[in-house]
């Protein structure tokens, strides 16, 4: 599968901005079974400065400034992104959560070593009792890492109710927790809050969701979605992915983006500005599948 992404971040602001700096990731990633064709990344006004660096962990940012005064900011991202099926779980790796929890600290290997670090503690991200208790009802002794992982991910898409009004990006997990409610972001970082409570390594994915339109109906131009999933370290079958807010397992309708240890380290777009007052955000996200032939003539 053969995706073109349009990702268009507006801010239109009250009263003229100065200068502005910003920081944007949204260059998707190239994994084994997700190869990155092509980024393009449209800035109006035109930005004075621009520069291109990989952070920590691996996720190409483009820093810039726009130094000329201006209402309104347009960051629209482009890229082509070939999908393939990501390779069965192994059900002989897949060891049981308690022995994986326990190995994390004595794994020396690269991937481990990388693993570990998601175990922990994030700024926006705390452990707690109360998730752990949550995900042990998952989380019963002797279950394989995989099977247990699904049965949290169900069951927090059944326990928690999508709504886009009662949170916001600065919202706690334990928030969101004990409200049942909010989005995307919410969902993950609660799953991760959870998994750390187990001494097990989770880490946050932001990237793309395609949708589809209803039957009979024409598919709307920017009516996709910039989407947050979980990443789950298992030894032996490397991350797992698990998609709270719909109960599935991503495939070739999520497209990688970044990934941190919350949504903190993969905002796709923050920065800072000297003047604007108040302003307003309007995020569009069109993924639009594409077929070889299509894509070659691109």
């Known amino acids: 599968m053969i995706y073109r992404i349009v990702h268009k971040n507006t801010y239109k602001y009250d009263f003229p901005v100065s200068v502005g700096s910003h920081v944007a990731c949204l260059e998707p990633r190239s994994l084994p079974h997700q190869k990155l064709l092509s980024s393009e990344l449209r800035i109006t006004p035109r930005p004075a400065t621009s520069t291109e660096r990989i952070d920590y962990f691996g996720n190409r940012l483009c820093i810039f400034t726009v ?9 629209e991202a482009r890229s082509e992104v070939a999908l393939d099926v990501a390779p069965p779980l192994s059900r002989k790796a897949d060891l049981p959560w308690e022995l994986v929890a326990k190995s994390l600290p004595e794994d020396r290997s690269p991937a481990g070593l990388d693993a570990y670090q998601f175990a922990f503690e994030s700024p926006r991200i705390r452990t707690h009792p109360d998730f752990a208790d949550y995900a042990l009802q998952s989380f019963t ?16 898409h059944k326990d928690f109710r999508f709504d886009p009004k009662v949170t916001n990006v600065r919202t706690p997990p334990e928030e969101v927790f004990r409200k049942r409610h909010g989005v995307c972001q919410d969902f993950a970082q609660v799953q991760i809050a959870c998994l750390r409570s187990l001494h097990l390594a989770a880490r946050y994915v932001s990237g793309y969701l395609r949708t589809y339109p209803h039957p009979n109906k024409p598919r709307l ?29 991503p495939s070739t309708d999520h497209v990688t983006l970044a990934w941190g240890r919350d949504f903190g380290d993969v905002s796709p777009l923050h920065g800072l500005v000297i003047g604007g007052g108040g302003h307003t955000l309007k995020v569009g996200v069109d993924m639009e599948p594409l077929d070889s032939a299509q894509s070659n003539r691109a």
Do not use: F
Not at 141 to 156: F, M, V
Not at 221 to 249: C, E, F, I, R
């Open 221 to 249: 131009v920017g009516a996709d979605a910039s989407h947050a999933w979980v990443s789950v370290y298992s030894p032996g079958n490397g991350w797992l992915d698990v998609d709270p807010t719909n109960n599935v397992v």
């Open 141 to 156: 002794p002797g279950r394989p890492l995989s099977q247990a992982l699904l049965d949290l991910t169900s069951r927090i």
């Open 67 to 75: 130094q000329e005064p201006h209402t309104e900011l347009l960051v």
